[in-house]
């Protein structure tokens, strides 16, 4: 059936040249005429031309997630993966632990509520479905202008809007395995409902779906959380997302914006320890017959209220309050045996409120200034606890069954209080040059309860401040219409993760003396766009500097907080042969050391991916009949000496992916069939690759078909 699938589908990129219609609008991948025509809203909190932005960035529209949603298991971390230059490759999880932008975390925010927490799990990236999702806007690089850690850049996620006239969306969508099809049939479900009705609007999306079971290109199962990061296989999703809007007059708006996103990983399956006493590397194995009471998952609830006054002082003013409750019950893991406390199979709960506010006013000045200032408020109460399971049982039962006996703590609960202000000045100092420059002052209050850590470490208590002031600038140069240069100077501040360094706390430790300090980051950029006839392309440079980053060299032990720096390439190239095809190509690169004793290492494979090379093609040989095909290539990496045991420092091998989307008008609506790993290549995703054990080193998804039918009434 594979191979059916591949000849049929290979078939028809020979007849039919593949299509990229709709690939992300990103500066790197148009013409600068384009280029103006395309406004974002993430790097000043205002929306403006990508063409006068000193820096990289990518917009992702919803076409572009329409024709790769599937492809990506419907899972955004694996979507912005394929599609951002400097974003590492998806590990097909729920989590981003291994997936870092320029070598470092980034902030993600829906609706600009931001989805961080002081106790940092990478699951920022599950908090809502791609269905209610409008366009996604990604800053590749240090940003202050948002705050809350943003030290690789920030992912914006912008929701769905109002339609003018009213209208009504369905979408079934069905998957299956090419290798295994038994056991792996997936369903999905999208209904939507938009309109205006006189000066009110409104736009409701529902999301029902089931995944099946994952298998890998040798037909076999996967198991559903080899990692215990959060599966995205056997899973049930519940979204429901809701914005209504009100203008009382032309000039000012309310909107109120509700999302609930609900994923339960409901199996029978469970990793099979016993892979873990083959000496040699092998892949892990599903095993049947898993007991536990609560299944893993997320939850996330989202709420936002929004004021807008076009003309008031002579300016703008945007003003949002939020709230934000997120839960994840992971999958409980074998911890062996501690030196203190013996055996633990422990499992983490994470649980955050957080409750804030963002303030924006802006308005033009004399000689083409323009002042854009505000302020960020935000409180946030987080916790960890453990619940903890008899080893007897699990043992006796080949790791099948989990009986809970008790609970303890990783983390204590923390309250963190924010606050900060912002001023932002631009320049139009000439048709040929833009300027600007801005500041931020950011304010933070950390509280922590006494607790005593999982090891039976007393860890006393208390209270942190910290104040930092953050400046940014940055300059566009257009000598020609077709030729631009850009350079940038960018500070951000975040918080190292708090909660891990007191889950790691040694004995006699208290809050006081462990080294919490923040993280500070420089980050400098330069880069060249231009288009040549019917070619065009873009060639950036970065370096960022941290003083205290945070590495972790193996579990549940303490971290080390040392000096960064990062630095790597971004290039691009496409080209227009003819109207109707179009071809392109990007390149990302970095490296990153952190000092160590008199010298420097290597930063771990968690935080700096390989090479990653991403190639596309499109045509459309008739109207309503598109074709696109995806290549991803990432690269090998090995940094440390062969035997190391630290996290994240296992060699990593090279892997190439190959996606296929087709998508026709039928009928009413449009039907598209997508293939994800089209030629069934065999291999681990990063993630996998970084792990020791083999009971997490899980193999990536071989060939998938889906088939989605979509119809708007």
């Not at 529209?61 to 899972?75: G, P």
């Not at 291994?98 to 980034?106: E, I, K, N, P, Y």
């Not at 459309?620 to 009949?625: F, N, R, S, T, V």
Request: glycine residues 10%; aromatic residues 8%.
């Amino acid at each position: 059936m594979v191979r059916l699938a591949i000849t049929v589908a290979v078939a028809t990129l020979v007849l039919v040249p593949p299509s990229w219609a709709q690939e992300p609008v990103d500066l790197e991948e148009m013409t600068l005429e384009e280029l103006m025509e395309v406004s974002i809203h993430t790097v000043t909190r205002r929306e403006e031309s990508l063409a006068h932005i000193p820096g990289s960035v990518t917009v992702i529209s919803r076409e572009q997630i329409d024709t790769w949603a599937a492809a990506s298991n419907y899972n955004l971390s694996d979507l912005l993966g394929k599609l951002v230059p400097g974003l590492s490759p998806g590990s097909q999880n729920s989590s981003t632990a291994a997936q870092t932008l320029r070598g470092r975390f980034m902030l993600v925010i829906i609706d600009r509520v931001p989805q961080s927490s002081l106790r940092n799990i990478q699951h920022d990236l599950v908090g809502i479905d791609l269905a209610a999702i409008e366009r996604i806007e990604v800053v590749r690089g240090t940003s202050a202008m948002f705050g809350e850690g943003a030290s690789g850049g920030i992912v914006n996620i912008i929701t769905r809007a109002p339609t003018e006239k009213r209208e009504l969306g369905t979408s079934v969508a069905g998957e299956l395995s090419l290798t295994h099809p038994s056991g792996s049939l997936g369903g999905r479900l999208v209904q939507s409902a938009r309109g205006t009705q006189g000066r009110a609007d409104y736009a409701v999306i529902g999301v029902l779906q089931r995944t099946g079971h994952f298998f890998d290109a040798h037909g076999d199962q996967i198991p559903p959380d080899p990692q215990g990061q959060g599966g995205i296989s056997d899973l049930d999703v519940l979204d429901l997302f809701g914005k209504l809007g009100f203008r009382p007059t032309d000039e000012q708006r309310w909107e109120g914006t509700i999302n609930y996103s609900s994923r339960d990983q409901d199996t029978d399956f469970t990793t099979d320890p016993s892979v873990n006493n083959v000496p040699q590397r092998v892949k892990s194995r599903a095993l049947e017959g898993l007991l536990l009471a609560k299944p893993s998952g997320t939850h996330n609830t989202l709420l936002s209220l929004v004021y807008e006054h076009a003309h008031l002082w002579g300016g703008t003013l945007r003003a949002q309050a939020y709230y934000r409750q997120h839960r994840t019950l992971f999958f409980p893991r074998d911890l062996g045996t501690q030196p203190i406390v013996g055996r633990r199979i422990i499992r983490t709960q994470h649980e955050t409120w957080k409750t804030g506010g963002r303030l924006d006013i802006e308005r033009p000045l004399p000689a083409r200034l323009h002042l854009h200032w505000g302020a960020d408020a935000s409180v946030e109460r987080t916790r960890q606890p453990a619940p903890l399971f008899d080893p007897a049982i699990f043992d006796a039962s080949g790791g099948l069954v989990f009986q809970e006996i008790g609970a303890g703590t990783l983390v204590p609960r923390l309250f963190v209080a924010n606050l900060a202000g912002f001023s932002q000045l631009d320049w139009s100092a000439a048709p040929w040059l833009s300027l600007r420059g801005g500041a931020r002052l950011e304010g933070t209050r950390v509280g922590v309860d006494d607790f005593t850590t999982i090891d039976g470490v007393d860890v006393k208590g208390g209270t942190l401040s910290f104040t930092r002031l953050l400046f940014n600038a940055g300059l566009v140069v257009t000598p020609t219409k077709a030729l631009s240069l850009f350079a940038s100077f960018a500070q951000g501040y975040s918080l190292p993760d708090i909660g891990l360094i007191l889950r790691e706390a040694p004995a006699g430790s208290s809050v006081a003396t462990l080294n919490t300090s923040p993280q500070s980051v420089t980050m400098y950029e330069a880069g060249v766009r231009g288009t040549f006839g019917r070619v065009n392309g873009t060639l950036s440079l970065f370096y960022n500097s941290s003083d205290r980053g945070v590495t972790q060299l193996a579990a549940y032990q303490p971290v080390i907080r040392a000096a960064e720096r990062i630095y790597g390439l971004e290039a691009t190239m496409e080209a227009r042969p003819v109207e109707s095809l179009r071809l392109g190509t990007s390149v990302g690169w970095l490296e990153g050391k952190r000092e160590e004793n008199d010298g420097e290492t290597f930063l771990n494979g968690f935080r700096i991916p390989p090479l990653k090379w991403t190639s596309f093609a499109e045509y459309e040989p008739l109207p309503g009949w598109r074709n696109s095909l995806l290549v991803v290539y990432s690269g090998s990496r090995n940094r440390f000496p062969p035997g190391s045991t630290a996290l994240g420092t296992r060699p990593v091998t090279a892997f190439t992916t190959v996606d296929l989307v087709s998508s026709v008008e039928v009928g009413p609506g449009t039907l598209r069939v997508s293939v994800s790993n089209l030629l069934n290549s065999f291999s681990f995703p990063l993630h996998s690759q970084l792990l020791d054990a083999n009971a997490t080193n899980s193999a990536a998804r071989g060939a998938v078909v889906n088939a989605e039918y979509s119809i708007v009434y």
